[in-house]
Nanobody
């Protein structure tokens, strides 16, 4: 059974940093994309970043490019999202997701496996 467990959220001032972690278990993830989505209050869930487990392919949403870094640790079965220069508009619940995919329209679609989410709040 696939399990994804996030941690690392919290309250931070604008301009600050946080690092999210997602521990994955239950099967091998090496052949799938792993990634992060987020959902702000009153908004739809949106793609943030994705990678292949070996880190060869990495993608970011335009809104976080240059500020966020996604990475993985194969030994620890953990994926990270380093978030720097945080803005109030980054406030959301951040979800770890597995088996996401990119369609012919280049939009990312989530896979079936989700963590419970971790709250990130950025104050102005």
């Amino acid at each position: 059974q696939v399990q994804l467990v996030e941690s690392g959220g919290g309250l931070v001032q604008a301009g600050g940093s946080l690092r999210l972690s997602c521990v994955a278990s239950g099967r091998s993830f090496s052949k799938h994309f792993m990634g992060w989505f987020r959902q702000a209050p009153g908004k739809e869930r949106e793609f943030v970043a994705a990678l292949t487990w070996n880190g060869f392919w990495i993608y970011y949403a335009d809104s976080v490019k240059g500020r966020f870094t996604i990475s993985s640790d194969d030994v620890k079965n953990t994926m990270y999202l380093q978030m720097n220069s945080l803005k109030p508009e980054d406030t959301a619940v951040y979800y770890c997701n597995s088996d996401l995919s990119r369609g012919p329209d280049l939009l990312w679609r989530p896979g079936p496996y989700w963590g419970r989410g971790t709250q990130v709040t950025v104050s102005s």
